[in-house]
């Protein structure tokens, strides 16, 4: 099967450097995305030294990593999904993106309003993506725990079309989790309120 090419947007921090290293031991070749080069470069490193095989880049630029990408992994902030889906919108076009964020704090509660998620309003900001929600529930402790232990931990996935969460469910798997499909994309409600963070 031909290898495809996935972005990691915001590959500098916890979950997307995570993702990284999971999906580095599958056929894809990876592109990270993150505006502090030399972080990039310390995870695609550490990534490397355990797995001298993986296929991976560091990209200084947002919209070249997401244009030459055939899937794109967004791990930013809830906040900055708008900032960044405003310069990829032309070039995610009929792409899949993969909405990680969660934008509910205990502190400060949900920054998107009742009845929508961070998925769906990403959805809206790029009409012509398909958007999935998957890797929003694990705990980025308990995510590197579970690899350590050679333990599977559930990653459930919600998406409107459906071929773009069947081949979510196959990155999902590749990265070592248990593939859940949890309905439609308006589910991510109920995900995204699933995970509170600080
Ligand atoms: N940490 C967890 O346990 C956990 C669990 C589940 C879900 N999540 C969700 O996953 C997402 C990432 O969380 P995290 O804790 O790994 O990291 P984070 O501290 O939220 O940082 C995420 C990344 O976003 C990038 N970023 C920030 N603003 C950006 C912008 N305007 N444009 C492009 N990139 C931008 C940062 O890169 P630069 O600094 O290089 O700009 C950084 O690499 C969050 O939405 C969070 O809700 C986190």
Request: aromatic residues 0%; charged residues 5%.
């Given at each position: 099967m031909a290898k495809k090419t996935i972005a990691i947007i915001g590959a500098t921090e916890t979950i997307g450097a995570i993702i990284a290293k999971n999906l580095s031991r599958g056929n894809y070749r990876l592109l990270l995305f993150g505006h502090d080069q030399a972080q990039l470069q310390g995870v695609a490193e550490g990534i490397k030294e355990v797995n001298p095989a993986a296929d991976i880049d560091c990209i200084s630029c947002l919209v070249d990593a997401s244009w030459e990408a055939d899937i794109i992994i967004s791990a930013v902030p809830a906040g900055a999904e708008e900032q960044v889906a405003k310069k990829i919108r032309e070039v995610a076009t009929q792409k899949i993106v993969i909405s990680i964020p969660n934008?509910?704090?205990?502190?400060?509660?949900?920054s998107v309003s009742r009845g929508t998620s961070a998925a769906e309003e990403l959805q809206k900001l790029l009409p012509n993506s398909k958007v999935v929600k998957t890797f929003?529930?694990?705990d980025a402790v308990d995510l590197a725990r579970a690899i350590a232990d050679g333990k599977q931990i559930d990653s459930f996935i919600a998406g409107n079309d459906e071929e773009a969460v069947l081949t979510v469910r196959e990155i999902v798997s590749n990265a070592g989790f248990h593939p859940i499909?949890?309905?439609?994309?308006?589910t991510s409600r109920a995900l995204e309120n699933a995970r509170l963070v600080k």
């Open positions: 934008p509910v704090t205990i502190s400060s509660g949900s929003n529930t694990a499909m949890a309905g439609e994309l308006a």
